[in-house]
């Protein structure tokens, strides 16, 4: 039984000043809208209705809470790059994403979802250049790896992993389907053991 089961929505804030206390430990998710971060969040979580999926764009713009108990969050971080969006609304978003990143102390992890036909754009190599700044671990899901057959899915799992190394960024990987259920229980363990660590 999986302790992230009992996630229920807590709040939603629209910036890093109204999130709920930066006590306990936090695991975030982020990724390009479409990743699949919602279907991605509720298959962790075995909840149908936790993330709403395909969501329109200007409900993607909070930093949504969701409580496991009082030590313990997960947290969706708004979509990035969704491209209907104007420039001033992705300019609030992007600071307020790097704000959270940097300045909240109950982060322990950030969970990195690429749906594995368009890894590593622009917007992904900036949120890894903000986690090895700041030393934040990173565990990356390849999402919809259902869309491939099982040898190029690895193959792209590889692909990307040298390129990682090749940056210099040190994070996990794995491929991830939510509709197949695939690396759900890799996915909970990397999350539960961040969600498990000492609180400072
Ligand atoms: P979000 O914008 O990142 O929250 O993405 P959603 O979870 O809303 O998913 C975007 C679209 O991709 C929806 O149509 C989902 O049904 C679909 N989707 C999400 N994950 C998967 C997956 O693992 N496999 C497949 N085939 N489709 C997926």
Request: aromatic content about 8%.
């Amino acid at each position: 039984m999986t302790i992230l089961r009992q996630a229920k929505f807590l709040t939603s804030a629209p910036d890093l000043k109204r999130c709920p206390a930066d006590s306990g430990n936090e695991v975030a998710f982020a990724g390009r809208s479409n990743a699949g971060k919602s279907s991605a969040l509720n298959a962790i979580t075995d909840n149908k209705s936790l993330a709403r999926t395909s969501k329109t764009p200007g409900r993607t713009q909070l930093i949504n809470f969701f409580e496991i108990d009082e030590h313990r969050r997960l947290v969706d971080l708004p979509g990035y790059g969704y491209a209907k969006v104007n420039e001033s609304i992705k300019k609030h978003w992007q600071d307020a994403l790097a704000r959270y990143l940097e300045k909240r102390q109950a982060l322990r992890g950030l969970v990195l979802l690429m749906d594995i036909r368009h890894p590593l754009k622009d917007y992904d190599q900036q949120m890894l250049d903000w986690c090895k700044h700041t030393k934040l671990p990173v565990h990356i899901l390849l999402t919809k790896a259902d869309k491939l057959k099982f040898g190029a899915a690895k193959g792209i799992l590889l692909g990307v992993q040298r390129d990682l190394q090749k940056a210099g960024y040190d994070a996990s990987i794995q491929l991830f389907s939510s509709p197949k259920r695939m690396g759900i229980d890799d996915a909970r363990q990397h999350i539960e053991s961040w969600l498990n660590s000492e609180i400072e």
